[in-house]
């Protein structure tokens, strides 16, 4: 049954929704307070990362957060402030910080990603997109034998897993990349990965939808919602008025401030992470994290991309000069021929990613609200898992079987 369909949020879960309900035949909105061209879907580190098994909330982490929170140059920094939502969602991470949470967590997070990276396959081929899309893997590289030691373990769990990883010694890093000069020890290739230029496949896929007669209304701030008989009744923008037979909450780092109006208690905070653009040739050729300083670094479509940090201090788009200087530093240390220039800095960008205190998404619908699906909360992985989202919301919307058990993802889970 066709049904009207109104999305709040056009980052890569908004549009991948759109894609897959509009192929489902919905007649789709998508409502979104920017102009749609930049924050955390177009400054990410492109990365498809079926590696990545591991979530944000493990053991050891919160101590590290602790330890890391007088340093705003550390990889892990949350600005201290009393803010009753921050406090709720820190001891809720505190709790999710366990053995039980990485081992409930590590099938579900792998078994989302594999089917993103392979949804993205599929999108490109089936409607000939351009965007550039990579198998050439994922390198963690280290500079100690403890790191090195603690990413070998991690890759041991993926391997059973049924991944692809390789270990690798420094003389068989550098036949890999000849022409960069390196400072580490080591490192693992997760041979599953793949990486994107993220701003190319977004302008390609707004494009399409337009096309397939997806509306778009940009710039329209959600303000508030009436709801009716436990179904969202009305959404009401700065400028206008709107209804639908479904609504999908999307909005990334806002998506807590939109569910409190309908008494759905989503612990949310915004990540900033911050990106560096370099186009010039600096010898990289596989997308690499510095392990330690946990640093992203990708050859995209003309340029190199030096992404990382989470920045955990509210919502805003302030540029902190020093998490910027922070990933050019852990570049020069592992690559010491690698100098980013202070142009290449004064045109960094940054984006928010929203958290959830076990590192989990939220997919699906809550009991507060019969016509309301939530797609939000992927931390770092928003980027890797968009399709697959988009899809399992095109299912959970057309009453079909979901490709994956939502389980681990309900939004009214208990922490």
Aim: net charge positive; aromatic share 8%; with cysteine.
């Amino acid at each position: 049954m066709t049904k009207e369909v109104i999305i709040i949020g056009g980052g890569i879960i908004g549009l991948c929704s759109a894609y897959y309900l509009s192929k489902e035949g919905h007649q789709v909105t998508v409502i979104d307070q920017s102009s749609m061209d930049f924050g955390a879907s177009y400054v990410n580190a492109g990365y498809l990362t079926p590696s990545h098994i591991i979530p944000l909330a493990a053991p050891g982490v919160m101590k590290k957060g602790l330890k890391w929170m007088f340093n705003p140059a550390s990889p892990l920094f949350i600005k201290p402030r009393l803010n009753q939502n921050l406090l709720r969602w820190a001891w809720a991470f505190n709790k999710s910080c366990s053995i039980k949470n990485v081992e409930r967590s590590i099938t579900a997070i792998k078994d989302i990603n594999l089917l993103g990276r392979d949804l993205y396959a599929e999108i490109k081929q089936q409607e000939k997109f351009k965007f550039q899309l990579e198998r050439k893997g994922l390198l963690m590289l280290c500079q100690t034998d403890k790191m090195l030691e603690e990413e070998i373990q991690v890759a041991e769990v993926a391997k059973k897993e049924g991944l692809t990883v390789k270990d690798l010694s420094l003389d068989e890093l550098k036949q890999m990349e000849p022409n960069a000069q390196f400072n580490a020890k080591g490192a693992v290739w997760y041979e599953c990965d793949g990486h994107t230029t993220p701003h190319v496949f977004m302008d390609e896929m707004k494009a399409y939808l337009k096309t397939s007669g997806v509306v778009f209304l940009k710039n329209e701030k959600v303000i508030d919602i009436t709801v009716k008989g436990e179904k969202i009744n009305t959404i009401y923008t700065e400028n206008s008025t709107y209804q639908a037979d479904e609504f999908i909450l999307a909005a990334g780092s806002w998506s807590n401030i939109l569910s409190k109006k309908l008494g759905i208690q989503l612990l949310l905070e915004a990540g900033k992470g911050y990106r560096i653009n370099a186009a010039r040739d600096l010898g990289i050729t596989i997308p690499t994290i510095l392990a330690e300083a946990k640093v992203a670094i990708t050859p995209m479509q003309g340029f190199t991309r030096f992404a990382g940090t989470m920045e955990i201090a509210g919502i805003n788009h302030n540029i902190n000069q020093v998490r910027v200087e922070a990933i050019a530093n852990a570049t020069k240390r592992y690559y010491p021929k690698i100098e980013l220039s202070t142009s290449e800095k004064d045109n960094a960008a940054c984006g928010l990613r929203p958290v959830s205190p076990d590192g989990m998404a939220y997919i699906g619908k809550s009991y507060k609200c019969k016509n309301l699906t939530i797609a939000t909360g992927h931390a770092m992985m928003g980027w890797s898992m968009g399709p697959a989202t988009g899809k399992l919301v095109s299912e959970i919307i057309s009453d079909k079987k979901t490709s994956l058990d939502l389980d681990v993802y309900h939004p009214d889970r208990k922490f």
